[in-house]
């Protein structure tokens, strides 16, 4: 049973080269495929600096808080 699995399973990956990308297959899914591309891009771009500002703002306020309860 499992020589068959593989058999039919090893025939059938060559058929996957016939078949086209979804994004040539209609306008729709081609702009969006690239709208998602450049929406990544600019997350992770923007994420780093998100991320340092918050913790630039919420640094002191953390360390102000844990002296209050260590020396209090």
Same mark, same amino acid.
């Given at each position: 049973?499992?020589?068959?699995?593989?058999? @039919?399973?090893?025939?059938? @990956? %060559?058929?996957? =080269?016939?078949?086209? %990308? #979804?994004?040539?297959?209609?306008?729709?899914?081609?702009? +969006?495929? /690239? =709208?998602?591309?450049?929406?990544? #891009?600019? #997350?992770?771009?923007?994420? %780093? $600096?998100?991320? =340092?500002? +918050?913790? $630039?703002?919420?640094? %002191?306020?953390?360390?102000? /808080?844990?002296?209050? $309860? @260590?020396?209090?």
């Amino acid at each position: 049973m499992l020589e068959l699995f593989f058999a @039919v399973a090893f025939s059938a @990956v %060559p058929l996957t =080269l016939y078949i086209p %990308p #979804v994004r040539s297959l209609s306008l729709f899914a081609g702009s +969006f495929q /690239q =709208l998602l591309r450049h929406i990544t #891009v600019y #997350v992770l771009h923007i994420c %780093p $600096r998100l991320r =340092l500002a +918050f913790s $630039r703002i919420f640094t %002191p306020i953390l360390r102000s /808080q844990f002296r209050a $309860r @260590v020396c209090g």
